[in-house]
């Protein structure tokens, strides 16, 4: 197995960054998560015109082009032989003595590993999964997609020691922002889809722009605006959108079944749509 470290292809066993990176002491850096079906990249541009803007807000030079990273991470793929999972990139300022002033002339470290897909559960899919709410403990730039992650370590670990697949963060005014690694959605009794606005308050996900697009195809009532926690509850479909879990219902919020407790026909009907949307990806 291969893991990519600045400019090389290394043995994963010894693929190694040094202490004094600015990742490892500040969390001063960025990733992608980019999913690989049947071989090819899935929304490759939209994953690298989200990891420009996120360099570009933490003002941390871009080490390469694009054509080069794409060659990179296609090549990290082949070399481990994987076709269906998903590609980690992380970008962080440099390696400089420690201090919290950006060092003049840092040179940016890149790190890439290629990861085989987990197999989702059928039941997952079939049954939906559970969410748990807690409250957003992160900073105000969520729309940045840094390392700095231990409040979704620790909001995940509360969700799976609830038996819970995902944890919902909500805000001060006791509205859902997100989940720890997933975008949330519900479907009202009105029959709205609904999630909230692309602001700072969240990653605004890749998955979520496309599942936007097929909703809108699909002639589906779309609305895009702040939901509460007692809204969630009352929802007739919940879900959940990432590069690594698709679509995903939610059947349970906390203590509450939601709607009738199983996947209900958005949910469904834009899990199919998304899946269909990958495979396109596959065989083209
Ligand atoms: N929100 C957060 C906080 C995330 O970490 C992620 C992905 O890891 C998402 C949303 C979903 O984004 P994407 O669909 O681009 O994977």
């Given at each position: 197995r291969f893991a990519y470290v600045n400019g090389r292809f290394v043995r994963y066993g010894s693929a190694t960054v040094h202490i004094e990176d600015r990742g490892y002491q500040f969390a001063d850096g960025v990733y992608e998560v980019i999913a690989l079906a049947g071989g090819k990249f899935v929304d490759l541009d939209l994953h690298l015109q989200r990891l420009d803007r996120s360099l570009s807000e933490l003002r941390i030079?871009?080490?390469?082009s694009d054509r080069a990273l794409t060659f990179v991470l296609d090549n990290l793929a082949k070399r481990n032989g994987i076709r269906n999972g998903s590609v980690y990139l992380q970008i962080t300022r440099g390696v400089a003595p420690r201090d919290f002033v950006f060092p003049r002339d840092a040179v940016p470290q890149v790190v890439a590993v290629a990861r085989r897909a987990k197999p989702i559960a059928q039941t997952a899919i079939e049954d939906g999964v559970k969410a748990i709410t807690i409250p957003d403990?992160?900073?105000?730039?969520?729309?940045i997609k840094s390392v700095a992650l231990l409040p979704a370590a620790l909001g995940k670990q509360a969700a799976r020691e609830a038996g819970a697949y995902e944890a919902w963060q909500y805000d001060r005014d006791g509205f859902i922002t997100e989940g720890t690694s997933s975008n949330a959605w519900i479907v009202t009794p009105d029959g709205d889809l609904v999630t909230r606005p692309?602001?700072?308050?969240?990653?605004?996900?890749i998955t979520r722009l496309v599942v936007i697009e097929l909703a809108k195809a699909a002639g589906l009532r779309f609305v895009e605006r702040p939901f509460s926690i007692k809204e969630a509850h009352a929802a007739r479909e919940a879900f959940v959108t990432s590069t690594t879990s698709f679509v995903m219902p939610i059947t349970q919020i906390d203590e509450t079944p939601i709607g009738n407790g199983k996947p209900g026909s958005f949910t469904r009907e834009l899990r199919e749509k998304y899946m269909a949307h990958m495979a396109e990806i596959a065989g083209a």
């Open positions: 030079e871009r080490p390469m403990i992160r900073w105000a730039r969520c729309d692309a602001t700072n308050a969240i990653l605004n996900g």
